[in-house]
């Protein structure tokens, strides 16, 4: 099993200049790697930094310093400092990133949201429609809704759209943002066999989990980001 | 719409071949009209296919920048170079005049903020259409004809007005007729100036889906001036925020948006209702 | 209808020779000498005022001025007839301040000024054509800004002439501009050739004689030179094709020329005569009717 990302020393701050240019350090020296088929949980309280850590994996928020290094197209790509081109390249082939929230598209059907990772890797639209309807049936969203856009559904369709649209083409490198939240018995375990799925694909999974179900069913290792007292912060962050 | 998602190897090989270099390389560029008045020192590279937003507020610079880019005015200090379809390297301010002409009729497009700005107004849709056609020499009236139709199913406008007057025409049908007429040509590069600003929210939203459409079908660069960071997050790949004639942050869109690292970008983001 | 060649008259001292002073007449020769050199291009020049108001020919006039020599023969024709109120002033305007003689007929003359028409009769290497022109640019319709014509010009940048012929065609089905229909000389310059119908479009194209063009209120002048190739805008698949009737002349029988519709009575009855009257004339004198 090789190494599919690698996370030196990582530290980020956001310094909130209208503020009187307050200092939160939310992240400090990380180091950790995932293997091909591993699932690392981020584990800790709430305000620990788990889900600015995913974005800054993810290239949405600016590590400030440290490294973050992928295996992208089989060449290792330091994202810290890499250039946005890069890194949409890199989210188009390399990293997935799923969410809790969808951002609805005005206008867009569902079908389309769910295609689109695929279609913008070239598939072509039979193969990727075939897929979409698939993971979308899957995850029990009524056939009716899949040509409307997801702006009039519920919380937790819109959800299980997005997870679908995650799922939809296979990423080495896969960050999970809670998928499980709010979702019920039934439609947990689908999202449970796709991660499944995937880390059998050779994926390496960083994720989110609070119910500890999810989090036994999929967890290979576990990364503390309890703050130690010395990285207390004053306040929280998004 | 849905035809060109199926492309065929060969158009993808083509793509990405083509995607591997830049389109557009801008280097020291500037005009200023007074102290921190235009723009200065701005240096970007674009590639095929990316849509770069310009933001900042009222006098920041941006309209100064779309010009100096676009080929209308030309700049105080600066090269912008930008690689034509035959594979050649074109010294936009170098150039003579014709070949820019050329450039901004063929290669390139430029959506006004007005339509009004950006229409003949008084000769028909199909005409205005037309135009660009006609002006690179296509001279059957049938075959201009055609393109005006499809182009009108395309931005979805009835292709049944294709001989009504602009002026008949709603602000969000004038604006959608002013990306036709701009994208019949084929251009691969394409400037708009706050493409979305006088329309109504629900007309706005229906835009920017077509706009997202046909940049992603056609392969376009896009350089886009807007003052809505809303509308940036839904086009642009990449930001540019400026202030007082400066570039002060450059980098993802998202990233800009939701770490912002300069105190004025944090400023320009927490000061609008969450896009 | 009298065809008459008038002699020369005596000249009236009183004015310089042709009305205009001698250095006016140089300056204008030497824009007519660049439009020549340059066809169709649109050279600007310093009008003078005449003692007529523009929109009567002051354009035209100052050019035959300018190259009227005391041996020529004039013809001037406004609405191709040469018995009109404007035709006979501008006739007597010269006869009197250049002492030239002044014909009716198309073959005796060697200077032809004209408003809205080329003259039946074939024009030869040896007569000069003076076009009275009201709008030189035929970009002007859709671009208001001069220094934008000229760089339309400059740039050979005519897409926007055929926005105009594709809407004709889209309002009426056929390319519906029937006068001051624009051609492009020796395939550079587009030209607006004055409001001639386009009937008479095809006159131009290779013509023996010199085709001068002169815009008083707009102090523009232009030229074709003898045998340049002149091609009225068309589509491929809506070719430029000049007017026809179904008619024949009513005075003389010519099948050929263009045609002015008369009503001649009360119930509406229509007439269609030849426009151009000398050449109807000569062919009366020849003996045809129209019976």
């Known amino acids: 099993m090789n190494t599919l990302i690698e996370v030196r020393d990582l530290s980020k701050t956001f310094t909130l200049h209208p503020q009187n240019s307050v200092a939160l ?54 994202l810290r400092g890499a250039e946005p081109r890069q890194i949409m390249a890199v989210r188009q082939h390399t990293l997935g990133y799923v969410s809790q929230f969808l951002r609805v598209i005005p206008r867009v059907a569902t079908l389309d949201i769910v295609m689109e990772p695929a279609l913008s890797r070239g598939w072509e639209q039979p193969r990727a429609k075939a897929r979409a309807e698939a993971l979308l049936a899957r995850l029990n969203i009524a056939k009716p809704l899949w040509q409307l856009a997801p702006g009039t559904f519920s919380g937790g369709e819109q959800q299980r759209v997005n997870i679908a649209r995650g799922f939809m083409v296979p990423w080495p490198v896969m960050l999970l943002d809670e998928p499980t939240a709010s979702l019920d018995d039934a439609n947990r375990q689908v999202v449970l066999e796709l991660i499944n799925e995937t880390k059998a694909a050779g994926a390496a999974v960083i994720g989110i989990f609070h119910d500890r ?26 | 719409m849905n035809s060109a998602h199926a492309m065929n190897d060969a158009t993808q090989a083509a793509r990405q071949a083509d995607r591997a270099q830049p389109l557009l390389q801008v280097r020291g560029l500037g005009k200023l009209y007074g102290p921190q008045k235009g723009c200065q020192g701005v240096d970007f590279t674009l590639y095929p296919g990316e849509v770069l937003g310009i933001v900042g507020e009222s006098g920041s610079g941006k309209s100064t920048l779309l010009s100096l880019l676009s080929g209308r005015c030309p700049p105080d200090a600066g090269v912008i170079d930008y690689r034509r379809r035959d594979g050649r390297w074109l010294d936009v301010y170098s150039a003579s005049e014709a070949e820019r002409r050329t450039l901004l009729r063929t290669e390139w497009a430029f959506v006004e903020q007005n339509p009004r700005d950006g229409l003949r107004m008084s000769v028909s849709a199909g005409a205005n259409i037309g135009e660009r056609l006609m002006a690179q020499g296509v001279r059957n009236y049938q075959a201009l004809r055609a393109a005006g139709l499809d182009w009108l199913a395309q931005v979805e406008i009835d292709p049944q007005r294709i001989d009504d007057l602009p002026r008949t025409f709603s602000g969000g049908m004038q604006q959608r007729l002013q990306i036709a007429r701009n ?8 400037f708009m100036d706050e493409p979305t600003g006088g329309l109504d929210v629900s007309v706005q939203a229906r835009l920017l889906d077509l706009m997202r459409g046909l940049v992603r079908e056609l392969d376009l660069a896009v350089v886009l001036v807007t003052h809505d960071l809303a509308v940036a997050r839904l086009l642009a790949d990449r930001l540019m925020v400026m202030r007082r004639s400066q570039v002060v942050e450059a980098g993802l869109t998202d990233q800009i948006l939701d770490d912002p690292q300069h105190p004025y970008s944090q400023l320009l983001v927490s000061s609008v209702l969450q896009p | 209808m009298n065809a008459a060649t008038q002699p020369r008259p005596r000249r009236d001292d009183a004015y310089n020779f042709a009305y205009l002073d001698e250095q006016t007449k140089r300056m204008i020769r030497r824009g007519l000498l660049k439009a020549v050199a340059i066809p169709g291009y649109q050279v600007p020049f310093g009008g003078r005022e005449m003692p007529l108001p523009y929109g009567w020919g002051t354009g035209g006039m100052q050019l035959t001025a300018a190259i009227l020599g005391a041996d020529d023969v004039l013809k001037v024709i406004d609405q191709s007839a040469d018995d009109t109120t404007n035709a006979v002033s501008i006739r007597r305007f010269f006869a009197r301040t250049a002492g030239v003689a002044t014909t009716e007929q198309t073959a005796q003359a060697s200077i032809i000024q004209t408003r809205h028409r080329i003259p039946e009769t074939p024009l030869t290497a040896d007569q000069i054509m003076v076009f009275q022109v009201p709008n030189p640019d035929p970009l002007r319709f859709i671009e208001p800004l001069e220094s934008e014509t000229r760089t339309l010009h400059a740039l050979k940048d005519y897409g926007v002439m055929h926005v105009k012929l594709y809407e004709d065609i889209a309002t009426f089905g056929h390319i519906a501009t029937a006068y001051a229909y624009p051609v492009t000389v020796a395939g550079r310059y587009v030209m607006d050739p004055s409001p001639i119908p386009k009937f008479d479009n095809p006159k131009l194209h290779m013509s023996p004689a010199l085709m001068l063009f002169g815009a008083g209120r707009e102090k523009r002048l232009y030229a074709v030179p003898p045998y340049t190739q002149v091609s009225s805008l068309d589509f491929e698949d809506h070719p430029f094709a000049p007017q026809r009737w179904e008619q024949h002349c009513a005075i003389c029988g010519s099948e050929d020329t263009f045609l002015d519709e008369l009503i001649v009575d009360d119930q509406g009855t229509q007439s269609f005569v030849c426009s151009d009257t000398d050449y109807c004339a000569q062919r009366v004198a020849q003996g045809r009717d129209g019976q």
């Open chain 2, 183 to 190: 994208l019949v040509s084929g251009p691969r590069l394409v």
């Open chain 1, 25 to 78: 350090n939310v992240l400090r020296g990380l180091d950790f790697s995932v293997l091909s088929g591993e699932c690392l949980v981020l584990h800790g309280q709430s305000g620990a930094g788990k889900s600015t850590l995913l974005r800054t994996l993810y290239g949405n928020y600016l590590p400030t310093a440290g490294s973050i290094r992928v295996l992208h197209r089989g060449q290792w790509l330091e």
């Open chain 1, 213 to 238: 179900l999810a989090r036994e069913a999929v967890a290979d290792r576990h990364l503390d980001m309890t703050p130690t007292p010395s990285t207390a912060k004053e306040s929280l962050q998004c």
